[in-house]
């Protein structure tokens, strides 16, 4: 076991799940082991950014519902549709905390798993103002097509007067139920139904709240920005979801998806670095 700074303490949270918990005069946030799963990030002064369903499982072997699930080393069903579990095995398994510092104010913690085939991670969370993301996935012995995402869950006021700037012209791919394969995004994503959105996109993008808050999103070593919001049918079928919770919240991730992967030979490392900042 580490030594942990003052303000960061390993505690049991939900479900008896070990939780790391962060509060400095900046920031305070918590990160759970399994999936090394950020599920509160909240900057002194602010409401809460982040979102989790009340209906969530806090479940070993089960994912959180909510807050920053690492999804890896496939998104979804895979490039190929017949990948399970959903969205890869980083975001269910426990994640050793290995390192955890607090720097004017913003704490730092590192986490590593390692998983079949000898493929491995290095995560590394810093909650401050900002909230930063890298993840490190390495090959093991064989070729790997890796993909990710950082399914960044965000409480929003009314999901009816989000918009997300930043996106327009990109190509993407539309998985909600009737999309298409090939669209462009002619101006502001808005929200009028469920929306299930993987861009090919590589530079920021900002969500505009209807109550004034700006979260902007920034990325390096991501090829895709996806949004989504399940609106009412896929909120109602889902069992670790609230029906009546989807208008309080939407996703905008930094990912390698679909045509986006990252081709690793065995041994190499690919790192997506991730920032979230509000304004």
Known sequence: MIELPEAITLETGRG?????KVATAAVTGEVYLLGAHVTAWTPAGEAPVLWVSEQSNFLRGTPIRGGVPVCAPW???????DKQPAHGWFRISDWELTGAEVVDDE????FALTGPGGISAEYRVLLGRSLHLDLSVTAGADPLDLEEATHAYFAVSDI??????????AHYVDKAPGGASD???LGPVTFTGETDRVY?????ATVIDPDGRHITLSKHGSNNTVV??????????????GDDEWPGMMCLEAANALDGYVALQPGETHTMQVTYALS
């Open 75 to 81: 998104f979804g069903p895979g490039r190929h549709g």
């Open 160 to 169: 009816h007067g989000v918009r997300v700037d930043g996106l327009a012209g």
């Open 107 to 110: 704490a730092r913690l590192t």
């Open 183 to 185: 669209n462009v995004e």
């Open 200 to 204: 090919a996109h590589t530079g920021p």
């Open 16 to 20: 008896g799940l070990p939780v790391v």
């Open 228 to 241: 989504w919001n399940p609106w009412v049918d896929k909120a109602a079928a889902m069992g670790d979801f």
